[in-house]
């Protein structure tokens, strides 16, 4: 259920409609409180109960309107939050103007190359880097990452190169650590339903990049986020990396109809990740660009120095080269788009 004040309800009314729904044991939830109040109710309610309830409200003074949760997932919902999240990382954003450009190797390799690397991937348009210090990998005895050693020279990459780190985390047990470490933590499709991990990264302040399960389904992606949102981090981006069809000659299929979908279905913003979607650095150009154009707020592209010798993804890795060509239309796309279809 969601309460909406007037503009400019005094603090004294907003106090009776919390205490109004404190007092039937409910736990409301204050957003938006600079322009006008939107109380929030999350749990499950009684269904008999409600029509009561919201009459009871109805008659609270301040109050413009009571409406009920259209969907299954609610903080994640537009009824929950009308204007766009954007997520801001220092002076970095995710979903406010301009694309954001997320790019690095699938996992890092040593710290010589990522500090090159996110140097290159600075001066050709990147604002994040990705690279994986922990590796969730299909066969156990794939290279699985550096750990903590690779967190590390991550963070000095970043540092080095004044982009903002996103990283994998994998367990619950780590969020603390890598969040020490990365300004992103990124929760991979493997882990999109690995509850206990959504929680511990709701349950600490940095900003996730929740990325789509290969088997979900767009609710089952936003109840997820939903998970994150419930524990008070409201720092959620929304990532579509593909998912498995029939079809083999591509590693994933890249929903693209996902993007404008979440973008209506939810305020939180979307990134599209084409590396992981086609598995053929071939076809990531296109795909990103067609991502832009479909109103997504960012991408995140694999790329690495001498991709044929990554240890991990080389085969969908951009060369340095190709990503400065694909960085410079992604704007001019991002912008035509937005003319086109308006902000959303
Ligand atoms: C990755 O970003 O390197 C990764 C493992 O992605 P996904 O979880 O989408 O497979
Ligand atoms: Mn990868």
Redesign the pocket.
Known sequence: MVVIMHQGAPKREIGQVLAALQHRGLEPRIISPEDRVVIGVVEEMDQASIPKLREALAGLKGVEEVEEFGSAWKLASRDFRSQRTVVRVGERTVGGPGVAVMAGP?AVESRDSIISLANVLAGAGASFLRG?AFK?RTSPYSFRGLGREGLEYLAQAGKESGLKVVT?VLRPGEVELVARYADIL?I???NMQNFALLEAAGDQGQPVLL?RGLMATVKEFLLSAEYILARGNPGVILCE?GIRTFETATRNTLDLAAVPLLKQLSHLPVVV?PS?AAGKRELVPALALAAVAAGADGIMVEVHPDPDRALS?GRQSLTPEMFRALAKGLEPVAELSRGLLGEG
């Open positions: 699938c994986g969730p994998e990124q991979g499709a493997r990325k990396r990740d992981h993804d």
